[in-house]
Each structure stands twice: as C-alpha cells, then as structure tokens.
C-alpha cells in the first residue's frame, strides 16, 4: 500500500475544491471506529478515502523511472453504511476519572445522610444526658430524704432510750406476777414513761440478749426522765435476791399455807388474807367461780384452789404474787377434759372441787379416794333418804383447832360446815385438793357394787387406814365396832 503525505499545494484541483467556506461550516463528528477495525493493527487496516476539504491537495512526486500518475484526492472514509453504534472502550483516564467522580457524586449524596444521622444523634446525645441528670437529681434528692428521715428518727429512738430531753412525768405503776417484756412495755407506753414500746422491748432483747426477763411484782414510782436501763433495773431482781423453796402438801388449809409461807419469812398473814379474799386475778376460772351461786358462810375465796405443789419463789415477793403461782398451777391441772365430765355429772366446778377437798381430807390412802367419791355421789343423788353427808372431817373444819378424836359436843358444833347437821355440800372447800382427789370426785367408783351388787352409803376409816364400806346403818354401826374393837387390842398388845 503506498503511502501519503498530505501538504499544500499551490496548485489546487477545481474539482475537489470544496469552499473554504463550506468546509468550516459543515460540523465534523467523530464516528467510533467498528470493533472489528478497532481490533485491527495500523498496518493491516485499510486506508480510509480521505474527505474533500477546502485545502488543495498537491500532486506527490514519483520515483524517478516510474510514470507519472494522475494526482488523487486524498483519502476518505468508505461510504459504507455506518456500523453499529457501539460503547467505546474506556480508558485509564477515563476510569480513573469516572472513580472520582462516582465518588464525588456518592459524597454529595451521603453528605445530607450524615449530616441528618449527626444531628440525630446530637439530639440523642442530648436527650440522654438530660435522662442522666434526671436519674441523678432524683437519687440525690432520694437519699437526701431518706437520710433526713433516718437522722430524725434516730435521734428519736436516742432521745427515749437515754433520757436525753424530755418532758418530767411522774407515774406511780403495778407489775403483777408474771409480767412480761410486753407487759411492761405497753404499761411504760401507756403511762406515757416511753414513747414507743417496740423500741423498749427491742432494747431490751438485745441489751439483755434474752426476751424473758422476770419483773418483780409490786408498785413502783417512775419518772419520765429516768432511761430505759434505769427502767429495767428498778423493775428487775437485784444482786442477792434470795429464792426459797416451799412445799405445799396435799390437803393442806389456807390457814396451814399462810402459816407455812409466813414461817419461812414469805410475806404477812394480813396480806395473805387480803390477796386470797379481794385481789382481782386474772384466771378463766375465777370467772367461772365469781359468777356461780354460793352458799353463805364460806370462811375463804380461793379455799381449794391453792394447787398444793413445790414452788420456787422470792423471799421479797408479794403476797399475791405467791398466790398467783398456785391459782395458775391449778388452772395448769384443771384441764378441758375436767369441764366436760361436769355437764356429765351435772355439777359445777366450785361442787366438784369441795367434794375433793372432802374426799381429801377424809382418805388415808388414795387408793380409797374413788370408793369414798363413790359413796358421797349417791348420797348427793339419793339426798330424800341420805340428806346429810356426815364427814367427820368437815367438822374438824369448822373447830378453831385439829382434833384427833372428835367428841359428841364437836359433833353438834353449829357451822354450816358441819355436814352432821347441814345438808348436802359445804359452803366452801374445807383444803386444797390435789389432782388425784379431784379426779376421783369426777369419776366415783362403788366398791361394795362391785362385789355384793349393793351401794354403798356408808363408811369408816379402819385401824390400819383402810376404809371399810357399809351399804346400811346396821352395817356401818358393825363396821365401826369392829374398828374400836381393833384399837382396843392393838392398844392392850402395846402395854403388855
């Protein structure tokens, strides 16, 4: 293929002029070369037929030997239809630029999303901080008045237990037998002494490290401004209290315990009486005993209700605290199952216990409790032909002084406790029974019943001790003959 130099000419060809003109005014637009010919090299690909332009094309010069050819038009492109538009194929530059600028585009796009997401955020930001402060300036606030309010109450709780300021109250106060911690917390509470008794007890408990502490019964004069362990020592035992033992025996009198209690330096006999005939107890069945109907004549109050036991108490104590400790251990013995068998019985408690006093004092062994139990029952319920009980023994009551033997002139003495001569039951008990003769004026038995078939109505204690039963007067007046006559040979074999 040869090739061409493009100049100017001097000399232009008229028929390829095209006007300078015309030329300017015609819009050249690039066109994208075909891919197959892009794909070509430079060499392989064909000269394009060059387009008329307003230049004149000169005439080239031949090698010399070679015929002169007729100067051609210069070259231009093939008036072959236009191949298929198609991308061109970037380049470098191209890409790189397309890079920047996607990402220029990216930025200005992300740039209003960033800018709302910050300002989002400040708000959150702010909105958390201001939560914050809150949470803060109430938990500040919180324990400001919790702490206000524990200091106050604690210089409350101070100000009572030590006495520090307060107002002057003097009180005069009684503690009864068996107070306890609260007892004499709501007596202080109530007396105005304390401001809160929980506070009183609590102190207590811990400051003693025991909830059962023992208060002495008594009056006393306290003072508002005296503090709670001033409180407990006037009210508790001191150094070198002394405790003294007492046995009261079964079947013992009132009169017999009040000497008893006296002679081991226990109280008064007048403020024995007095506690026994007035002193209002707090007890169940003192109100059973108040409310019932009573004979007249009956010598003391409590008389059978005195449990006799052994009893540990303060050689400083109270008549009526001593008296406490018996009517609670009687209230300890005397059990429901006790006031079911009176309905069964058809009695009341006061008649249930003066029948034990008597069975008491009439038996030797209690053995024979139940079988003298039974023979006072049918009297009490065969009372149109036995009327009278006729116990020796509450004749013995109703002398000033204990016989051993009992004369006619006793007999006949005029007490309504003399069964001789008054009917049915005494007014009052004649001693302080114990359990097992209370059990057997609940449940009788009937000894002669038992072997011949026959009741008993009569009877009388032998020489060894023993009651012997008689269910006629015949029988009874043998009985007691043979009894006479065995003390006369006992007595007669002891001189010989």
């Known amino acids: 293929m040869q090739e061409f130099e493009t100049k100017n000419q001097p000399n232009q060809d008229p028929e390829i002029l095209v006007s300078q003109k015309e030329a300017n005014s015609v819009p050249v637009t690039p066109k994208a070369e075909p891919a197959e010919y892009a794909a070509q090299t430079p060499a392989a690909r064909p000269t394009p037929a060059r387009p008329a332009t307003s230049a004149p094309s000169r005439a080239r010069r031949m090698p010399s030997g070679t015929a002169q050819q007729k100067p051609q038009p210069p070259l231009q492109a093939p008036a072959a239809p236009a191949p298929e538009k198609q991308e061109a194929k970037p380049s470098v530059k191209d890409a790189v630029q397309a890079l920047f600028s996607d990402k220029k585009e990216r930025k200005v796009e992300e740039e209003p999303k960033k800018e709302k997401a910050s300002k989002k955020e400040s708000k959150t930001d702010r909105g958390g901080i201001v939560v914050s402060v809150l949470k803060a300036l109430v938990y500040i606030a919180f324990v400001l008045v919790v702490s206000g309010f524990l200091a106050v109450y604690g210089i409350r709780v101070a100000n009572d237990i030590f006495a520090f300021v307060k107002d002057e109250v003097t009180v005069e106060v009684t503690v009864e037998e068996g107070d306890t911690l609260a007892d004499i917390a709501d007596m202080l509470y109530n007396e105005g002494l304390v401001e809160n008794a929980d506070w009183f007890r609590i102190y207590t408990e811990f400051k003693y490290r025991k909830s059962t502490l023992e208060f002495v019964p008594g009056t006393y004069t306290l003072n508002s401004t005296m503090n709670y362990k001033e409180y407990i020592t006037m009210l508790t035992p001191r150094g070198g209290r002394t405790i003294v033992s007492v046995l009261i025996p079964e079947g013992f009198t009132v009169d017999q315990i009040i000497d008893l209690l006296v002679e081991k330096g226990i109280g008064t006999r007048e403020g024995y009486i007095d506690a026994i005939q007035n002193y209002d107890y707090n007890y169940e069945f003192l109100d059973v005993l108040d409310s019932i109907e009573k004979k007249e004549g009956r010598k003391y109050r409590l008389e059978g209700y005195l449990f006799p036991a052994k009893y540990d108490v303060y050689q400083d104590s109270s008549e009526i605290a001593v008296v406490d400790k018996m009517l609670a251990a009687f209230q300890a013995n005397f059990t429901e199952v006790y006031n079911d068998r009176l309905t069964e019985l058809n009695m009341n408690m006061d008649e249930v216990i003066i029948l034990a006093s008597i069975i008491q004092r009439e038996a030797h062994f209690s053995s024979d409790m139940y079988y003298i139990s039974g023979v006072f029952h049918n009297r009490l319920n065969n009372s149109a032909n036995f009327p009278f009980l006729g116990s020796d023994a509450t004749v013995q009551y109703a002398l000033p002084e204990h016989k051993e033997e009992l ?90």
């Not at 029988?475 to 009894?483: R, S, Y």
């Open 407 to 496: 004369t006619k002139e006793d007999l006949a003495v005029d007490s309504p406790y003399n069964t001789h001569l008054y009917k049915g039951l005494t007014p009052g008990a004649i001693c302080n029974p114990g359990l097992e003769a209370i059990t057997a004026a609940l449940y009788p038995e009937d000894k002669l019943m038992e072997s011949r078939g026959v009741k008993s109505y009569y009877f009388v204690a032998g020489y060894d001790g023993y009651s012997i039963f008689g269910a006629t007067a015949s029988e009874h007046a043998a009985n007691i003959a043979k009894v006479a006559a065995d003390k006369e040979a006992a007595k007669a074999k002891s001189n010989a």
